[in-house]
C-alpha cells in the first residue's frame, strides 16, 4: 500500500512538473509574440507616417547658390546678342527657391537677315534704318524644382540632377545701332522695357559643391526689333539659353532624416 501510495506521488511530482514547463514556455512565447507584432506595428507606423526616401541628399536646401554665366538670345531676327552674366538664387528647402539674374550685353553679332537685308537694299534706303541691341538684362523671381535623382554611367560613374522651373518678373535694357556707321539711330529703339519671365532649366551635379547648369528663360516685353524712322513696339517673346557653373554654399550637403 505504502509502494503504491509513493509511486502516485512520484507520477503526480513529474505530472506537476511537466505541466508547468509547458505552460511558461507557452506564455513565454505568447509575450515574445505579442512583443514582436508591437514593434511590427511600429515601424509600419513609421514607414507610413516618415519620408519615402531616408538619407537623402539635400543639394538645394537652405543653401546660396552663385552662378557665372554665359547667355545668347536666340530668336531676335537681325542681331544676335551675347550676354555674359551671374546668377544669385538662394532655395528655402530641397524644392523652392527665390533668385536674380543679370546680364551685361557685351557681345553683338549680325544675323544672316540683317546680311542679307545691308547686302540688298543701297546706302540710302539703309541711312533710315536701325536695329535695336540689348545692353542688359535683369529678371527675379521664384525657382521650381519639381524633378531630381541621380544616374550613373556603366555602374562607374554616378552624377546627381535636377530639372527647375522659373518665373517672374524682367527688365530689358536696349540699345540702337544705326545699318550705316555714322548714321543716327531711331532713339524710339532704346530704353528700358519691363516684362515677364518664364523658363526651365536642368543642373547636373559635377560634385557637392559645383553643378553645371543649362538654363533658357523666354521674356516678354514689348519691344521693336528694327525701324525706319519711327519704331512700333509689340509684345513679344525674346529667348535667352545660357549655360553656367553653380557655386553652392555652404559646401557640404545636408542629408535628410
Known sequence: MKKARRAMAQWFLVFTVVAGSWAFSSAEAAAEETMGSSEFDEEIASLETGPIVRRQLLHRSARLEIQPMMAFSLNDAFIRNGLPGVSISYYLNNLFGI??????????????????????????????????????????????????????????????????????????????????????????????????????????????????????????????EVSSGAASTQLGNTVILSAGIGIFLPGEVKISR
Open 99 to 224: 533668385g536674380a539674374t543679370a546680364n551685361f550685353g557685351a557681345l553683338q553679332m549680325d544675323t544672316s537677315l540683317r546680311r542679307n537685308l545691308e547686302a540688298t537694299l543701297d546706302d540710302g534706303r539703309l541711312g533710315g534704318i536701325s536695329y535695336s541691341k540689348f545692353q542688359w538684362t535683369m529678371d527675379a523671381g521664384l525657382i521650381y524644382v519639381p524633378a531630381f535623382g541621380k544616374f550613373s554611367v556603366m555602374d562607374s560613374f554616378f552624377a546627381h540632377y535636377d530639372f527647375h522651373l522659373m518665373g517672374g518678373m524682367a527688365m530689358i535694357g536696349e540699345g540702337v545701332e544705326p545699318a550705316l556707321a555714322g548714321a543716327e539711330g531711331d532713339p524710339g529703339l532704346s530704353g528700358v522695357r519691363p516684362g515677364g519671365m518664364f523658363g526651365a532649366g536642368m543642373r547636373l551635379f559635377l560634385g557637392d559643391m559645383i553643378s553645371l547648369n543649362f538654363q533658357m528663360r523666354n521674356y516678354i516685353a514689348a519691344r521693336a
